[in-house]
């Protein structure tokens, strides 16, 4: 399953050109896919007192992979992406691959257009070939088993909410991540949850671990600058090469990560203070736990391991590193071995340090 999803996450990549985070990168966002952090669970049926599994953020959709753009007085404005599948009967994996799909025009809860299209075809070979998985109904599985192209809502009196004024931030992205893979959910499971007396629950004993799926990947572009300053959006400061604008990519795969950005960017919320960046982490600054206990959460393993953990932070520029989420799906060790940096921080290759410009007041 492993090899699987690095091979499938890596098809991603490239087939949309320098693509699509996961969840430690600090580009992937869940709510730019329309998601609750705990929207990938695992075992969302087995896990669910009501039992019922809503991933959607707020009036959002969950997908499992989505384009989008927005300002911010029109956010998410336009959506285009495939929906989010369940998992089979495991409750992990090998449920339907994706094959259906929705497009919105219109900010969530505000949309004129929304359209939904789709293959009907929930497994293209009937057997468990790779990226797919055996392609079972599960407890959650949707109904979408023929083709389909259906304007479900147009709404044209909702472009009356649309903002007018001219727009001080700019949003547009791509993300996907490992649900694309036969429903695959693998995050940190909910527990402790009750009814919320709305139709949804609340959980206590997970609520600040969920992380999304391990497997990702996300590019965007934020703008924001000053409007009423504008000399502020220039600086020297080596944590942000540009001031107002943030253009980033990146992607996590079994445990190994990728980031480029243009500013600092916060890849894990541990629950120790103080901060460490991802090219000086060494062996020490890794708190990982097997696995298999992230998905049930025996010996509340999960926990004790995020409560070591300090802050996870990149610097500007190009970084690869090894996830330090303890729900990393990961292939080999944490060791800090593989931590490599060219930006404000100098060059640094396989955890040795070639150039070091941590106390240059310009960075690169």
């Given at each position: ?223 924001a600058p000053n409007w009423d300053d504008p000399a502020s959006n220039i600086s020297t400061d080596p944590n942000g090469i540009l001031v107002g604008i943030y253009a980033g990519s990146g992607a996590c795969v079994d445990g190994i990560c990728f980031n480029a950005g243009t500013s600092e960017r916060q890849i894990y919320d541990g629950g ?93």
């Open positions: 399953m492993q090899l699987r999803r690095l091979l499938a996450t890596v098809a991603i990549l490239i087939a949309t050109a320098t693509a699509g985070f996961a969840m430690s990168d600090g580009n992937y966002d869940p709510d730019d896919l329309g998601c609750t952090p705990e929207g990938n669970a695992y075992d969302p049926a087995g896990s669910d007192p009501d039992p019922t599994h809503d991933p959607d953020a707020g009036e959002d959709h969950c997908q499992a992979a989505r384009v989008g753009v927005g300002t911010d007085a029109n956010p998410k404005f336009v959506r285009v992406g495939l929906d989010h599948e369940e998992p089979g009967p495991d409750g992990f994996a090998g449920g339907h691959n994706p094959h259906h799909g929705t497009a919105y025009v219109g900010s969530p809860g505000e949309e004129i257009l929304q359209v939904h299209y789709g293959t009907g075809i929930t497994q293209p070979i009937p057997i468990n070939i790779l990226f797919f998985g055996p392609g079972e109904d599960g407890e959650l599985a949707d109904d979408h088993d023929q083709p389909e192209l259906e304007v479900q809502q147009f709404n044209p009196d909702n472009a009356e909410q649309i903002d007018q004024n001219p727009p001080k931030e700019f949003h547009a992205f791509f993300a996907a991540d490992d649900n694309l893979e036969s429903g695959e959910h693998d995050g940190v499971p909910e527990t402790n949850c009750e009814p919320d007396g709305n139709g949804g629950e609340v959980c206590y004993d997970n609520v600040d671990l969920a992380n999304g799926p391990s497997d990702g990947g996300a590019i965007r572009l934020d703008v120790q203070e103080g901060r460490v960046y991802a090219d000086d982490a060494t062996a020490d600054d890794y708190k990982d736990t097997d696995d298999y206990c992230s998905y049930d959460n025996e010996g509340n393993c999960v926990r004790e391991v995020h409560d070591q953990q300090q802050d996870f932070y990149t610097r500007p520029g190009v970084n690869v590193y090894a996830d330090p989420d303890p729900q990393d799906s990961s292939l080999g060790p944490f060791d800090g071995s593989t931590n490599t940096h060219v930006g404000t921080g100098g060059v640094k290759v396989f955890g040795q340090s070639v150039i070091d410009l941590q106390e240059s007041p310009v960075g690169l």
